[in-house]
């Protein structure tokens, strides 16, 4: 399978522990990005990254949550002191800006309950 | 925010053709329009992707007028699987910076018998 993998798919955590999760992009793709949804509502932008380098990010993203990708592959969203309102799945996609539209790829999404 | 609006929900029968539509007033000249269907726990699927005029794949048609300012998804003879819900996306990175990547709330579509 060459599409985008994130892991793990489901996790329960209880409240104020930490909390990771890693995603897999389309290997040619330098365009990495997190999103985070909730029941009927759609996918919120959270950041993404070229490369290694962080290139925006939501305000949605506070400081509890931290995003890397070190070798510009593979990159890891961790939560800190999670709280009952993280709950949500975790979605991650990637890109390759040099396909005319950067067309935004998704993994099937890590979803998180926080008890 | 996001910078499309769509119907919250549409309905239809097996077998119909079934339109979309998504409106972007504020496109610009390098913005792409992306549309994704999504099922209850997975991630968002692409679809179909286009800049002007029509584009059409195995799966779906995309009709873009010349302004820009709106698109058309058409899904033909849908199927009870084609229940899910349907986004529209519009300027990924080209200018619009994280907005491009905002999405709407979509358009559920219910396919009865």
């Known amino acids: 399978d060459t599409g985008v993998s994130q892991d793990p798919r489901h996790k329960i955590t209880k409240r104020g522990q930490n909390v990771t999760f890693r995603c897999d992009p389309i290997?040619?793709?330098?365009?990495l990005y997190w999103y985070r949804q909730t029941l009927g509502q759609g996918p919120e932008f959270l950041t993404y990254?070229?490369?290694?380098?962080?290139?925006?990010k939501s305000r949605l993203l506070s400081d509890r949550f931290s995003a890397e990708r070190p070798k510009g592959s593979f990159s890891t969203l961790e939560i800190q002191r999670t709280e009952q309102g993280d709950s949500a799945m975790y979605l991650c996609?990637?890109?390759?800006?040099?396909?005319?539209?950067?067309?935004?790829?998704f993994g099937e999404g890590s979803w998180l309950t926080v008890v | 925010l996001a910078k499309t609006t769509q119907p919250i929900s549409m309905d239809s029968y097996e077998g119909q053709e079934v339109n979309i539509t998504c409106s972007h007033n504020?496109?610009?000249?390098?913005?792409?329009i992306t549309w994704y269907q999504q099922f209850p726990s997975q991630g968002p699927r692409f679809i179909i992707q286009?800049?002007?005029t029509k584009v059409t794949n195995e799966v779906a048609s995309l009709f873009i007028p010349a302004d820009r300012k709106s698109s058309t998804l058409s899904l033909p003879r849908v199927s009870l699987s084609d229940t899910a819900v349907y986004y529209c996306?519009?300027?990924?990175?080209?200018?619009?910076?994280?907005?491009?990547?905002?999405f709407g709330k979509g358009t559920h579509l219910i396919i009865q018998p």
């Open positions: 286009g800049y002007k």
């Open positions: 996306l519009v300027g990924v990175l080209t200018g619009g910076g994280a907005d491009g990547l905002t």
């Open positions: 996609a990637s890109s390759s800006p040099g396909q005319a539209g950067n067309t935004i790829y």
């Open positions: 990254f070229q490369n290694e380098a962080q290139l925006e």
């Open positions: 290997s040619e793709h330098n365009r």
């Open positions: 504020n496109i610009a000249t390098n913005d792409y």
